[in-house]
């Protein structure tokens, strides 16, 4: 579950599938458990300031480009783009805990997975649910609820399965359990996207003017 | 302007080395445009870099600062006139030619140079900054700074001298305050927008006024006018699909009134294509092509008007090939004269900092038309990058 603020730089690799790296490092602040979120990058030079605002659990998208001071409105259809170019999209970044609200949950038998004793957790989406995927499965580690392997399922033919995100390096960050690595790997294309979180902090204080579209200026 | 911005260049560079958190930026753009005219092919390259400097002067205050430096070489000189049906250009006279010609000289200038001072309640910044305003992506009928150029709308915008002020009202509300002085009060730029929200609907109210040079190209006698512009923005959904309006009714002090409307559609399918399409009407443009004068032409070519044609479509869809790799383009499509506008766009991640972008400019039109193929057909190899 995310926590009530957060704020963290992370390192995102795109691996393609000539083996080819692009490296993106953004700063990431989130709100309200995750329901607001901002995304600033920092590195490469190349779309360094441009920043995504997602509220409402991303149903709401604005993205701002800092070389023509434009910002844009984006329709819930970009939840499906991918953040630039990698195999996150804006619905896996700025989704929050719509997984409690968007989905209907079951428990399947439990199983062993990366070396943890976990419990599997279909989600299939409900009549509410605006989400891209039409099923997620979830092993969470017992010991302390960190998914360890996530399965997303494609909204058009629940029975493929278009993306895994596998999560490592755990570590306690202000006493919350925290992967510090995660792996999104593209079943479909066949790439895989690295985030490695390089810092991180729960539950300090955000101004909410960084969660308007003012906040871009920042 | 040259001498000083090189001067201030120079002076800030030991400045920002002494002190270490002035941040040097930017990108180096060598970019090749080649356009077959009258069965010649033309080339017209250029080499641009830009410098970008920011520096946290302190907790809310910033600088930011932009150098341009550009240098042309090959077809540099473009008479205008060849762009202009010949019957409306008939009347020129052999020793006026010249007079139409338009030069590409060497730039080095000082871009954009602003401070910026935060608050929980307000932004404030000074100097020349780009000005974006509007939801349309082609066209922006509520912009009274800018014109967009049909084959890059999304290139960078020139700065404006001016203040800019936006006050956050709540979460959902900002009211941003636009001021370029000018000799005047009455002749400086001021825009005023009211941005608000309602469940997934953006709107912004606009009220602005601008001085605006209407040049006669017969006589080159210049001519100020003032206008005053009311305008409304909508962006949101419907049924999934993104959808934007952009309306400004132009009060002008000398010709005739109008209207300028903007309405588009996006959408993104799972395979990541993206597609977009938007229709531009603007009644200071003509329903004809016969309606099109030499002077009409010549304030659209020296972008002095938005348009020559009333009614438009455009369309730009991009499609991921590849990680890497992005390719798409444009149709731009003028409904008043029937005339048509291709652009094929390629784009590829060279390196983390580096892009190679293709665009081609196919004109269909026939002569007289708005995209007639006398325009020219050819293609720009642009190569960026950052540092």
Known sequence: MNQETCWGVIKLTIVTTSGKEREFTYESFSADKGEKNVIKYTAPVRVKGQATLMLNNADDIWAYYPRTDRIRKLATHA??????????????????????????????????????SCYKIVLRQNKEGSSNYAKIV???????????????????DPEICKKRLTQSDIKNVDSIPTPMKMVMHNNLDDTDTKLEIIKCKYNIHIDKSRFTQRGFYR | MRKLSVALLIALLPVSAAYGDVLINGYFEPQFAGTILDDEFLQLNSNKLRIDLSSDLSDNITFTGNFNYIN????????????????????????????????????????????????????????????????????????????????????????????????GLSTDHTMVMFYSPEDTWDKSGKLFRF???????????????????FTDFTNFHEQEERQDMLGVDLTGEILGIGCWSENAYRFMENSDDYWANVIGMDYTFSSGWYMMAEYYHNEQGGKDYNQYSFND???FLTTETKTLARDQAYSYTYYPVTDLINVGGSVVYSISDNSLLLIPTCEYSVGNDVTLTFFGNIYTGKQGTMYSEDMGNGGIIRLRAYF
């Open chain 1, 79 to 116: 939840k499906k783009q991918k953040m630039q170019g990698s195999d996150f999209t804006y619905e896996d970044m700025g989704s929050g805990n719509s997984f409690v609200t968007d989905f209907d949950t079951e428990r399947l038998d439990d199983e062993k997975t990366e070396g943890y």
């Open chain 1, 138 to 156: 979830m092993r969470v580690i017992k010991d302390n609820f960190v998914p360890v392997v996530i399965d997303y399922y494609d909204e058009d």
């Open chain 2, 72 to 167: 042309y070489n090959g077809h540099t000189h473009w008479n205008l006139l060849d762009f202009v049906p010949d019957k409306l250009a008939a009347f020129v006279e052999e020793e006026s030619i010249q007079a139409y010609v338009l030069g590409y000289e060497d730039e080095d200038e000082l871009d954009n140079a602003y401070l910026r001072l935060y608050s929980k309640v307000f932004t404030l910044t000074v100097g020349r900054q780009q000005i974006s305003v509007g939801s349309g992506y082609a066209w922006n009928p509520t912009d009274l700074f800018n014109t967009k150029d049909i084959l890059d709308p999304t290139y960078e915008q020139p700065g404006v001298n001016s203040l800019r002020l936006d006050i």
């Open chain 2, 195 to 213: 941005l608000g929200r309602i469940s997934h609907f953006d709107y912004a109210l606009s009220a602005g006024q601008r001085q605006q040079i």
């Open chain 2, 297 to 299: 032409w010549m304030r």
